[in-house]
């Protein structure tokens, strides 16, 4: 059975792209605030950048938004994907950005009813549960996880860059180590079936190198370029693994906001694609 | 404007009850699989136990595993419970637990979902990103928020008890603290406005203690007692207030699975309220 990043990096090498095409309706971004526009917003964006997209990543609290009715439209959402995977005779991975965190029976329930209902792929969660509250969401290694290590929100330095001590150690390292940097390597720890990533926003280079260099294999889903203005190069520089691969990086409005959608998703894939083949040289 | 916890305040004197009804509906436990089945779960659930709830917690997760039948199921339970309080004349506060956690504009979305569609008063929320993934939540100081600080499951300790340095200390507080605990000072230091609470397991009396001692003015909401055996009277002991307020337990399969649910429930208060005057004395 094949891992989660193993299709994730079939589907990277199919369409030479690491972007990821975030589904975001935001009430503000639609015509009418209804479902119905939120489903027809994605289904749009789908159609015109699937060509382009290594994955592409809904954000759930935008169909939640819409209650029961946003829910049908989110599964109606990933449908398209999946008919477009088809079309395209190449599986792309759908990452479904919940967030979400709990434990025993919860978390079985929100694994249940993000991967068999839903039909997601992947699911980005939260890690200050610990382990236990993770495992559901693993049992089945075609399915992948990417946990919040180090967000680009200035609340992350509230938590996640706090000094810890006492918990894993990398080789050799005795000082304390930023909660983040914990993180990543229990996640690195707990890869045992290569389908645990990094969630390590792009806007802080030294963040994401130091991330990188604790969790060489992994990979990381890094938000911060396009809209959030964070620089491409540099990104690019701090967390790609020495494969050329494992960094996976999610425009939204970069993209949906743009005169021509599909144009715009070509473009950042290019971009992306260009320095990084001009530093595997 | 009053805040969340003077509804929960006043709610804890009419009824004289510190327990907390959880609504998990958890498909093992349902005649069919069905958003249906799980609803009338709940709404029996919620008939049989308002006069002796303090507050109800529906598990956003076991609603979701049934897709947008499950959502609106949700939205129908919580009405149902808005239905009983007036029945009652005092209202029951319901705390959607969900353990959410995002930046900006999506946070914006998840307490819309959470306060003006589906009708909650107060969610449970995960601090690892910080004071800016909360704010959307305290706005209207009429709803809550419990932090997740300290949970009682064993992956708990991954990062939760690890050792901190360099945070927010208490008064002559110099040695590192264990994270959950700076967790407390933050929230006790960011509720300005009587919205903010914790989620801090009844399982550990020591840690419930530790986080009573930092945060000696917050609610908590301790699961642990009942079907996760947590033992009543050290939990009480451990994580009132000195105004013997301050402490909310949960209680779900307790009683849900009981013979009779209202009966269960009405125990639980009672015995509750016992060992609470017995301290108060």
Redesign the interface.
Known sequence: MESFFSFLEKRVEDCSSLLCVGL?P??SDLSVSSAEAARDFCLTLVKQTAPYAAAFKP?A??F?????????AL?QVIEAIQSESDRLGSMIPVILDA?????????E??A??AFD??GAHCITL?????????DPFLKNREKGVFL?CK??????????D??????LRADGETR?MP?YQ??AL?AQSWNTQNNIGLVVGATQPEALARVRATAPNLWFLSPGIGAQGGDLEIALKAGLRQDGKGLLLPVSRGISRAANPGLAAAEFRDEIWHIRRSMMR
């Open positions: 975001d935001h009430v954000n609290a935008f939640e938004y819409f209650g029961a009715e946003g829910w049908t599964k967030k979400r965190g709990d434990i025993a029976s919860t978390a329930a929100y249940q009813s209902h839903l939260n890690p200050y549960l610990g382990k236990d509250a993770i919040l967000t680009s929100n200035p609340g992350a330095a509230d938590l996640q706090l000094l810890v001590s006492g918990g304390p909660l914990q993180v229990l």
